[in-house]
């Protein structure tokens, strides 16, 4: 079974602290992505990686860095935290063709 | 730029009662149309997939799904309902040689015993 694992299920963190976000993958995809999940917004996409240290921004990266060091892993990194980007954070990793994204079981994360 | 609409942001049906989410796309050639399910406090689960031939297409859970491309819709629907299906419900849009999928903003359905 295809397997999407985050490293928190919750969260609550300071304003101004950094913030990491792990998670990892056990299907050898190489494309990866972070969502974050505010009520009425739906998923909007933060970045994605399409191999190991290759990146890409997705719709809403301000305020967020990422890190692929290995193929299995994902990191989001939240620089210093904000109270608006209080969310739930959702991980994926996606096959190659056709294209099905598995998820993680997110994070919600609260800063304070 | 591709989008993907649903316009029903919370749908209520009685648990025995049929069901049908609706999902608009707007796209100039026949993407990739997923349908995924996310139960309260968890991530999302892929419910079924559309990407070429029949446009009827099967999932889990018994949900099924129509590809209707002069409507630019893929519909969700279940002949009838049961508790368990409480959820919110997202639909996704992919591009052939995109690396990404669009989403829908969801759409929370309850269900009434």
């Known amino acids: 079974d295809v397997k999407v694992t985050q490293s928190s299920r919750y969260l609550v963190k300071r304003t101004g602290e950094k913030v990491f976000l792990e998670c990892v993958q056990d299907?050898?995809?190489?494309?990866m992505f972070w969502y974050r999940q505010d009520p009425g917004l739906g998923l909007r996409l933060i970045y994605f990686?399409?191999?190991?240290?290759?990146?890409e921004k997705g719709d809403i990266p301000e305020g967020y860095s990422v890190s692929r060091e290995k193929k299995e892993r994902f990191s989001l990194i939240l620089e210093s935290a904000s109270t608006n980007q209080t969310s739930m954070y959702l991980c994926?990793?996606?096959?190659?063709?056709?294209?099905?994204?598995?998820f993680g079981p997110g994070t919600r994360l609260t800063v304070t | 730029a591709q989008s993907v609409t649903q316009p029903d942001i919370h749908i209520t049906v009685s648990e025995g009662a049929s069901l049908e989410l609706r999902c608009n796309y707007s796209?100039?050639?026949?993407?990739?149309l997923f349908w995924y399910v996310q139960s309260p406090g968890q991530g999302l689960q892929l419910l079924l997939k559309?990407?070429?031939?029949?446009?009827l297409v099967q999932g889990i859970k018994g949900f099924e799904a129509e590809f209707k491309r002069s409507q630019s819709s893929f519909n969700l629907r279940k002949p009838s309902v049961h508790w368990s299906d409480a959820a919110e419900y997202f639909c996704?849009?992919?591009?052939?040689?995109?690396?990404?999928?669009?989403f829908g903003q969801g759409t929370r359905l309850t269900i009434n015993p």
């Open positions: 994926a990793s996606r096959t190659e063709t056709p294209y099905e994204q598995y």
């Open positions: 299907m050898d995809h190489e494309n």
């Open positions: 990686s399409y191999d190991v240290k290759m990146k």
């Open positions: 796209y100039g050639a026949t993407p990739y």
């Open positions: 559309y990407f070429s031939g029949d446009t």
């Open positions: 996704a849009v992919g591009i052939q040689g995109a690396q990404k999928l669009v």
